[in-house]
C-alpha cells in the first residue's frame, strides 16, 4: 500500500511540474526589413535602426542622446516626431545593415522600446524611404516585419512652356504690326 501512495504522489508532482508555463529568460524582438519597390528589385544599400525610446507607463521615456523626454504612446508614431528625431540622430549610435539581394535587413536581439529605422544608404535609382518610427512590441508581436515603399527616380523634362502657344503668341504679333505699317501708309497717303 505504501508503495502505491510513493508512486501517487511521485506521478503527482510530475504531472504538476509540467503544467508550469515556461517563460523565456529575456524577453527580446527582432524586425525584418523587406524594401518594397514594386516591380523594380532594390539589391543595395543600408538601413540604420535607432534604440530612441524605453518603455514607460503610458509611452516612451526617451532617451539622453533625443533629450529625455516623455512621448505618449498615441504620439510615438508620428511622422514629426521622427523627422525631429532624424535631426538628433547624427550623435546617437545605431545599428547599420546592409541590404541583401532581396532587398533585406534582419535586427535581432531587440529589447522593448521605440526605434527609428532611417535608410542611411540608397540604391541609386530610387528615393529613400521616409523615417519610420517602430514600437517593440508591435500589437504583441515581438517578430515583426515592416516593409518601407521606395519609389524610383524618374527623369522628366522641364514644362518650359514653349508648345505651340508660342509660334501662334508670335505669328499675333507679326500680323498685327503688319496691319499698323499699312494702317500708318494710309493715313499718311490720305492727308499728303
Known sequence: MFKRITIFCCMAVLTLGMAVPASAAEETGSMRIVLD??????TTGSVTLYPVGVVAEGGFQLRTEYGGGFVRQSDAIT????????????????????????????????SDGL??????????????????????PLDTERNIQ???????????????????????????????????????????????
Open 37 to 42: 519597390a514594386g516591380e523594380l528589385p532594390v
Open 79 to 110: 511622422e514629426e516626431l521622427a523627422n525631429w528625431l532624424v535631426e538628433l540622430s547624427e550623435d546617437a549610435q545605431g545599428i547599420t545593415q546592409e541590404l541583401d539581394v532581396n532587398g533585406c535587413a534582419e535586427f535581432y536581439g531587440l
Open 115 to 136: 526605434y527609428l529605422l532611417v535608410q542611411s544608404e540608397r540604391m541609386e535609382g530610387f528615393y529613400p524611404f521616409p523615417p519610420l518610427l517602430i514600437t517593440l
Open 146 to 192: 515592416i516593409y518601407p515603399t521606395v519609389a524610383p527616380i524618374v527623369a522628366q523634362n522641364p514644362a518650359t512652356g514653349q508648345g505651340a502657344g508660342l509660334f501662334a503668341g508670335l505669328l499675333c504679333m507679326v500680323l498685327s504690326g503688319f496691319g499698323l505699317v499699312l494702317c500708318w501708309t494710309a493715313y499718311k497717303k490720305r492727308w499728303i
